[in-house]
């Protein structure tokens, strides 16, 4: 249902509303679809047909191994208390994840996602042709609204089954759209028996299939654990399995991500916490590991622990067993320009463990050019309806730095131009004891924008002007010169509130919505290089190119600069101490070597144009 979410106090200026777009789906193209399509065509696959999603976290599209075709958008963000990692689910939004239809009447409930799986043997297996007494069922879990939009009565969730030689597909359950309470987190099951001679065929298929207001990511259904094999029964619910149910925090303590220059020890966490869940009926057993490489996928650290898990239907989630809080110990970690941490938590389970694919979770720790807390997706939108109406984001700076921008997911399909042509500015506030204080930065009004055809990125709004900034604590923000709806993306798997604050007039006041919102600040004035090459691309944008970045004991300096004379270079450390200074020689190899490793700022002055620092970083 299209409605806005308000917060626990009804008379709250912070509201949450369903997002009219897809942040994580556009990486699909014409190209890759065409080709998945062909493949489709000549798969076959036979019993069992099993698929929980539990690759949610690699992928936002459901497996080729077994679908044919789908709409849905495969996540770990949006079910609650999910069978295990994952769920597919069905709104409002194609599969490039914008709207089957903008402007579609609120009250409207229309054809939306499919799901549709490849033709299924059902006709035999080798000598043995399989018939009623084989007891084929299909089983699912389904959940309406979960971290989402709850589907209206007149929205419907739906099973079919095709019929080969008939060449139709029959409907064989449904569910309308209901309300759910607030208590209510609960999967049901369905199981659906194969009844009916005309479904013995070399190409069975069977389909999931919604309807909904097509206007946005609205009217929520999730499904898991889709599950048809042979020797069943009506009242099969059980599986012998243990599975990961959520990801595993960040190895970060205060943030999902951080930039490489910011980082120091004191950011690293002191444990992993997981959620496991044992789908069994009997208490179950289980090693759980992990290990950590680095970016040369060398390994690190690793860490393993024995426990028992107990049955999910008795005692919920296992939250005191010693998987689920899970100590780095003596690990630590020293970033650099191109760390990426993969960070793989396992489990081995007994060999009748029903399903081993979601006994592993792998995260990969980035260190960027930008802060974030939420977890790349959102699941809703969160705005202030008034204007003037200001958001600030509190980061604390642990070294000096320049702030390049900020960015931030705006939803501005949602009431078509009326958002697109709205204008926010860019704000930076210090901190006033616990609360955005007076203002250090305030930018021209600009609008809000989208990155069409983008996989997981949100656009960066950049600073009119790079704002050097001490270490510290600052709130990072915008203040609207509207009184529409900006919906920013918010994360409501990650849960920092306490950093989100906002003022329509009255005075700040902390977030009291659980989530995070994604208003994430860029850091460092630099800019990556473009596809021209990296010495012209510096000189052109900086006037002066240097290398090797990373350096060792040697660093190289170079500029089309005619007249040399007056030139100087300066080095700075990340605090704003000078730790190199001399005349500048065209060329000639700088000595180095008595600098530490870390990041640094390397200014040419005396050019005949205006330029900015380079990053440089140094690394033996």
């Excluded at 036979?46 to 539990?54: H, M």
């Excluded at 809703?380 to 702030?403: E, F, I, S």
Aim: hydrophobic residues 35%; aromatic residues 14%.
């Amino acid at each position: 249902m299209l409605s806005i979410i308000l917060t626990h106090n009804v008379n709250a200026q912070e509201h949450l509303v369903p997002l009219s777009a897809n942040l994580s789906l556009p990486v699909i193209t014409s190209k890759n679809m065409n080709a998945a399509k062909t493949a489709s065509v000549v798969a076959l696959d036979t019993l069992p047909f099993f698929d929980d999603f539990s690759y949610a976290y690699q992928s936002p599209y459901p497996t080729a191994k077994h679908w044919k075709d789908s709409s849905v958008y495969v996540n770990v963000g949006f079910g609650t208390a999910p069978k295990s990692l994952g769920v597919a689910t069905f709104d409002g939004l194609n599969k490039k994840g914008y709207p089957y239809w903008l402007t579609a009447p609120v009250s409207t409930s229309a054809p939306a996602d499919t799901l549709t799986s490849h033709p299924i043997n059902l006709e035999k297996l080798g000598a043995h042709s399989y018939n009623f007494a084989d007891s084929i069922y299909l089983s699912f879990y389904y959940q309406a609204m979960g971290n989402g939009d709850w589907p209206e009565p007149n929205d419907s969730l739906c099973v079919d089954f095709f019929k080969p030689n008939q060449k139709v597909w029959k409907e064989v359950w449904h569910k309308n759209g209901y309300h759910p309470t607030a208590s209510d987190t609960n999967f049901r099951i369905v199981i659906l028996p194969i009844n009916d001679t005309a479904y013995f065929d070399s190409i069975f298929q069977f389909r999931f299939r919604n309807r909904a207001t097509t206007s946005g990511s609205l009217d929520h259904w999730h499904i898991d654990y889709v599950y048809l094999n042979k020797g069943r029964t009506n009242v099969d619910t059980v599986s012998q399995d243990v599975a990961f149910a959520y990801m595993p925090t960040p190895i970060l303590k205060n943030y999902s991500k951080i930039p490489y220059s910011q980082y120091v020890s004191s950011e690293l966490g002191s444990s992993f916490y997981n959620v496991l869940r044992n789908n069994y009926k009997n208490t179950s057993n289980i090693t759980y590991y992990y290990d950590i490489y680095d970016h040369l996928n060398v390994l690190q650290h690793n860490y393993s622990a024995v426990d028992n898990i107990q049955p999910f239907q008795n005692s919920g989630y296992q939250t005191g067993i010693a998987q689920a809080n899970v100590s780095l110990g003596t690990y630590t970690l020293a970033p650099n320009v191109d760390s990426i941490l993969k960070i793989k938590h396992y489990i081995k389970t007994s060999s009748s463990d029903f399903n081993k694919a979601n006994d592993t979770v792998i995260q990969y720790q980035k260190f960027p050019n930008y802060y974030a807390y939420d977890d790349g997706t959102a699941e809703v939108g969160y705005y202030n309806n008034t204007y003037g109406a200001k958001m600030g984001v509190r980061y604390t700076l642990n070294n000096y730095d320049t702030l390049r921008g900020i960015n931030i997911y705006f939803d501005p399909i949602t009431q078509g131009g009326l958002i697109i042509n709205s204008t926010f500015r860019l704000m930076v506030w210090s901190d006033g004891g616990g609360i955005p204080g007076s203002v250090i930065y305030r930018d021209s009004a600009v609008k809000p924008f989208y990155l069409q055809g983008k996989y997981d990125m949100m656009p960066t709004f950049k600073l009119t002007t790079c704002l050097p900034m001490n270490a510290g604590t600052y709130y990072f923000g915008i203040q609207q010169t509207t009184n529409q709806l900006l919906n920013i993306g918010f994360d409501k798997n990650t849960n920092h509130h306490d950093a989100l604050f906002y003022d329509i007039g009255s005075g700040w006041t902390q977030s009291s919505i659980p989530g995070s919102i994604m208003i994430n600040p860029v850091m460092g004035c630099y800019v990556p290089p473009t596809p021209i090459g990296l010495a012209e691309y510096h000189q052109q944008h900086f006037g002066f190119s240097l290398y090797p970045n990373p350096a060792q004991n040697t660093l190289t300096i170079h500029t089309s600069e005619l007249s040399l004379d007056a030139m100087t270079l300066n080095i700075y450390s990340t605090l704003g101490q000078s730790v190199l200074s001399k005349p500048f020689n065209n060329a000639e190899p700088i000595d180095i070597s008595t600098l530490p490793d870390g990041v640094y700022f390397v200014y040419l002055n005396g050019l005949s144009k205006n330029t900015i620092p380079q990053k440089l970083i140094i690394s033996r």
